[in-house]
């Protein structure tokens, strides 16, 4: 009903307007996380990387909260990485801003390692890089079958992120992994779930309501039984994960500093919508 | 032919009317164990757990026994663990019905990870609970289409057992495992093969018959090779399944003594049949 | 262009004539292997596995290299090891024989393991034994829907080398790993792709044309890009494939000193082409 419903901020007196690049809402237990720039398609600038590290840790710790949500406003999920991050060379030179950039996607990951609630991604629309990546550290992914994931990172002279390196071979096999990670391959959802990157696909005009009724179902199950059963699994590899977004960030800190990555970006800015 | 069908106790003058909840027979160099309580769905008391162990250790020693086979007598291959374990809370308390519980579990999941010998299981109807978590320690899984495949951990307040949490994100992903062992979802055979956890599926008329031609012609395969083929996979991980199946007892003898658990099962028997 | 195509040898003066049981071409940065013994079904006999070793190598040192194919020549794709290898006990006996076997073996998978761009498996007919497991190691493995796949390990005595004793379950689950690594299960292209040892199904009469116009696509990429996209994956589990890969070959010495495997191989060699 109308009253359970509430800006997140309602169970936080300091999260009121906390947030300018997400729309956030606890309704029903649920935590749900919107990116919100969709004139951007929803590009993760580094305010929006900052933020979704604080909405994940504002659910983790709300004891009304007992799953998150991830989802977009508008028709992408996100189209990744806003590279106008890399726009702005400070004056202190293109090694700051790598080890700016490093550093703020370093954490970012490790706050989807950390989240210890259910988290459920809703796919609903094209998903490009980082925000392809980190989907394996989720815990259900639902995705609309207009959704599609794309990982262009050779092409942008970069490498994988978001503990895909290690997590794509391990759940999709190497075969298929490298498509993605190494050649750029473009994926439909169906594909996706082929990869067991997502868990069930549904057709875009009853995504929300399907979705939105198998959320609400989990939300109204045990609250500690469903955290338990989640760190049981991830407690496992969770040493593993810091190690693996660790190296994949000091990986790509040297790869912006390259000069195939500065061509590939350069180019990917001269012909703008044509490329990936 | 008939002179070498024999209930195993032939090969081992020990186990003459040693099973009460199993049926066991040694055959042609396969040792076949039949769970068998139909009339309570083959649910696993705590003779049965102790049962198991010692049939597949009987199988481990005995020369004459190539691979073992597990399956179900009835319609049911097993309802998983029987709660009414849990009914009888000792003078002791509930503590020490948990260690106990727990002792037990860690025993019998144990069995499955030391077998040495190509274990296989013909799912002959619905698996359920630790029945379904297990089978990710067999080697080859054949499934009849009348079978499914449901782990209600967290809708009883409990966790996932049988090395699953480590074993089903590892051959289905994390998308796919977490329906499973945080959601409840209750799978079809087909969907449980599209999930590596079953090797074939078959039409259940048909189901006996193709599966018996297979293991009839694989018992008949160089025995030590066999043996070897097994091992140099299962070395590699024995470590880590022995500590992950110890760690998911520990969770789930904590859960046991929760609320949570006490008013999900308590739940369940007011309105058995209906839930699960 | 045909300026841009020559023998490797082009690239690199010691290696003119260099390979007797291979066919290698360096043409717009793709260095090409192809196992050249098609009266033999391309089966690996000991030159050629130390021929594939070579040409690995001059492929990751030839700056020229972005990356690697291999495929092979006439209908087979490859019939695996060689078996008249062991047919000429040595003077100083089959432990010897073992041992001489063994290493080149392990040789030849650390080449796999060791290579450091990106590596194309194009399988253009039936491929057995060691040249189905070493595609664990491969990125990409596109096959023919005229290729099989087949490991009949246990049916000779033997037991898994390639590392497949670890990467089959880890990138296809044990319930499907054990059919093939175990029972000797003969699949087809589209189950490999199924069970993600390879990457796409293509019909063979447009298998050459459609594999060659993405491997030219994929030559263009920027060449250190994708090989830290490949080594970012690969370093995580280096140590555990030269691990792995020691193991296997510490079994396989003692299996093929073994009665089982030299009951086996005669049968094997008395019944020839009936039998695999």
Redesign the interface.
């Known amino acids: 009903g109308d009253e359970s419903q509430s800006k997140a901020s309602a169970s936080s007196t300091e999260s009121a307007g906390k947030y300018e690049t997400l729309d956030v809402t606890l309704n029903d237990g649920i935590y749900k996380i919107t990116l919100n720039r969709p004139a951007k398609k929803n590009a993760i600038n580094y305010k929006m990387y900052e933020e979704i590290g604080l909405a994940l840790l504002e659910a983790a710790n709300d004891k009304n909260c007992t799953l998150a949500v991830l989802t977009g406003a508008g028709d992408y999920y996100c189209s990744g990485n806003d590279l106008s991050n890399f726009m702005n060379i400070p004056p202190d030179g293109i090694g700051a801003m790598a080890k700016q950039a490093g550093d703020i996607l370093e954490k970012f990951v490790n706050a989807f390692i950390d989240f210890p609630k259910?988290l459920i991604g809703l796919i609903n629309g094209p998903a490009v890089g980082v925000s392809v990546t980190v989907?394996?550290l989720?815990?259900?992914?639902y995705a609309s079958d207009k959704a599609s994931f794309h990982t262009p990172?050779?092409?942008l002279?970069?490498?994988?992120e978001g503990c895909s390196?290690?997590?794509f071979?391990?759940?999709?096999?190497?075969?298929?992994?490298?498509?993605m990670?190494?050649?750029?391959k473009k994926i439909t959802a169906q594909e996706a779930c082929d990869?067991?990157?997502?868990?069930?696909v549904f057709p875009n005009d009853v995504f929300q309501k399907e979705t939105e009724a198998?959320v609400q179902q989990?939300a109204k199950?045990?609250?500690?039984?469903?955290q338990?059963?989640?760190l049981?699994?991830r407690?496992?590899e969770k040493d593993k994960l810091y190690q693996?977004n660790k190296?994949?960030c000091e990986?790509l800190m040297?790869?912006w500093q390259?000069n195939?990555?500065m061509n590939?970006i350069m180019g990917f800015f001269q012909s703008k919508g044509s490329k990936l």
């Open positions: 259910p989907l394996g989720f815990d259900v992914v990172f050779s092409q002279g970069q490498a994988p390196s290690y997590v071979p391990k759940i999709m096999g190497t075969a298929k992994a490298s498509e990670l190494l050649f750029n990869r067991n990157l997502v868990s069930e198998r989990y199950l045990p609250k500690i039984s469903l338990k059963c989640k049981v699994s407690e496992l693996v190296h994949e990986i040297e790869r390259s195939e990555c590939a």
